[in-house]
């Protein structure tokens, strides 16, 4: 995903210089503060498990759940907004690599939430213990990562001129 990211700005200088001023600081921060703190939920729940709490881990999970769908919504909104800008996705190659970038993680935070599901309805129905948590821990990775890749992007396109 980031070789396109990184050819592209290095053939368009000006264009990712000029990009970020046209984009919603306050939706990327959003999305950003989203994401951290649903990991931090899912953190969490990982640490009530193994101390064998599972209503606890559950009640985590669910936070988790809640944040974490804040996240296409406000990217819903924020693409609104993009469009009503000019930024549909068919114009410059700052445009495309940034739809192409931000979609991509949209749909890996989709797979995560319904992921998150999972591991919720795991949880929940006893499927988990403090022994045997494996796919818990495999979906806190998951979502780590995917939340290690937003903050790239957010820094990518947000942040740097």
């Known amino acids: 995903m980031f070789i396109v990211y990184f050819f592209a700005r290095a053939n368009n200088p000006q264009l990712f210089l000029e990009g970020p001023q046209k984009l919603s600081v306050l939706a990327g921060t959003a999305n950003t503060v989203i994401m951290v703190t649903s990991s931090f ?17 559950f009640h985590w999970l669910t936070a988790a759940f809640f944040t974490a769908v804040c996240y296409p919504l406000i990217k819903f909104m924020e693409i609104r907004w993009n469009i009503s800008q000019g ?8 445009q495309m690599s940034y739809y192409y970038l931000t979609f991509n993680h ?56």
């Open 106 to 161: 949209l749909v890996h935070v989709s797979w995560g939430i319904l992921g998150l599901l999972w591991v919720m309805a795991q949880t929940h129905f006893g499927g988990y213990s403090t022994k045997n948590h494996d796919g818990l821990v495999a979906f806190a990775s998951y979502w780590h990562a995917t939340d290690l890749i937003w903050l790239m992007i957010f820094s990518a396109f947000y942040v740097m001129p």
């Open 87 to 94: 930024l549909t996705g068919n114009g410059d190659a700052f």
């Open 41 to 57: 939920f899912i953190a969490r729940a990982v640490l009530s498990m193994r101390l064998g709490r599972t209503t606890t881990s």
